[in-house]
């Protein structure tokens, strides 16, 4: 059985998905066009209304969301 790094170095029509021309140190590009200007988001609704384990969980994404939105007013909606 290959592995999936082996089918991609041999398929040369979804290598270039896989392995960026510029190297390993090259900036992430963006798959498509912005639906929106970010830069003008200033407010966050985030809802969460199940139990506090799946509250916690969803800690990482909120501190991804502060370093991409470091301007906006994030706001959190729980359960009591």
């Known amino acids: 059985m290959n592995s999936l790094r082996q089918i991609i170095e041999s398929s ?22 912005a639906r929106w200007d970010w830069s003008a988001v200033k407010k966050v609704l985030v ?3 199940r139990s506090i384990g799946d509250t916690v969980l969803t800690t990482p994404s909120l501190f991804a969301l502060r370093r991409f939105l470091p301007h906006a007013q994030i706001d959190l909606l729980l359960e009591d």
Do not use: E, N
């Open 12 to 33: 040369p029509a979804i290598r270039h998905l896989a392995f960026d021309a510029d190297g390993p140190d090259a900036a992430p590009q963006p798959l498509g066009p």
């Open 47 to 49: 809802i969460r209304l």
